[in-house]
């Protein structure tokens, strides 16, 4: 079995791969501060849920974009796994040629959908990551991993809003009944959500037409991805576990080295 750690500013995803399937997924929120002997605790349970003996888990592998917590889930596989986990970088065999300046800044969670695109769905392709950032990440024609846009989520639009504005209040990020709000909630919820939409399909097309292939297939991975889906028809896929799909065939590429 395969213990994947794909460790975002927001959440925690941990999943345990048994050779055919995620036998089992996870989502903890994300504390920078949190001591390793905590997240030990967080992994048992993690791990009691899926009725797993430690001894039972083979391999690990991470995935992060919170430099802190690295080395905590590095020490902590090693002490409480008797495992050295592979720790995903641009310096690894991804599946994808790496076509971009500065590999090196390239987030691992945006190397671990590049890679997954490529083995799930093949290319050209176009993956866009509803997280703490909204993340589009673009393979070319020729398997190459190209580049992509980096946006705010719309979690931080909706907070941001929310701070500066004494009158307004969190609403749900749920398209209202119509896009003309009558009230001030719908107000809120048609500004964010139809204007985040908007975004996302500007900047869907933009891409496209740099890329100029027809047969290009646009996938949507991250917690909010279903609900834009049903609204941008531009979006052909929903991939839920897709950087986990691609932090796994990244540890399958590189087993061994």
Request: aromatic letters at 8%; one cysteine or more; charged letters at 20%.
């Amino acid at each position: 079995m395969l213990l994947a750690f794909d460790i975002g500013n927001t959440n925690i995803h941990l999943g345990l791969w048994d050779g055919a399937s995620w036998r089992l997924s996870w989502r903890a929120r994300t504390v920078s501060d949190k001591m390793m002997d905590e997240y030990a605790v967080l992994v048992r349970n993690f791990l009691d849920t899926a009725a797993v003996q430690h001894g039972a888990i083979k391999a690990a592998c991470i995935s992060s974009v919170v430099p802190s917590l690295t080395p905590t889930f590095q020490e902590l596989t090693r002490r409480y796994l008797k495992l050295t986990p592979l720790t995903v970088s641009s310096e690894l065999e991804l599946g994808v040629r790496i076509a971009i300046d500065m590999p090196e800044q390239a987030g691992a969670d945006r190397l671990c959908n590049a890679a997954g695109l490529s083995q799930l769905f093949g290319a050209p392709a176009v993956c866009i990551d509803f997280g703490t950032s909204t993340n589009f990440d673009v393979l070319s024609a020729d398997n190459a991993y190209i580049g992509g846009v980096i946006a705010p989520g719309i979690g931080l639009a909706h907070d941001a809003l929310v701070s500066r504005a004494a009158q307004l209040h969190k609403v749900e990020l749920v398209p209202p009944p119509q896009p003309i709000g009558r009230n001030t909630v719908q107000a809120m919820q048609s500004g964010i959500f139809w204007g985040y939409t908007g975004m996302i399909e500007s900047l869907l097309r933009r891409i496209l037409a740099q890329l100029d292939a027809p047969e290009t297939k646009v996938v949507a991975t991250g917690g909010l991805a279903p609900v834009f889906k049903a609204h941008i028809d531009l979006i052909d896929e929903f991939a839920p576990e897709l950087t986990l799909d691609g932090l796994r065939l990244i540890y399958e590429l590189n087993r061994g080295k």
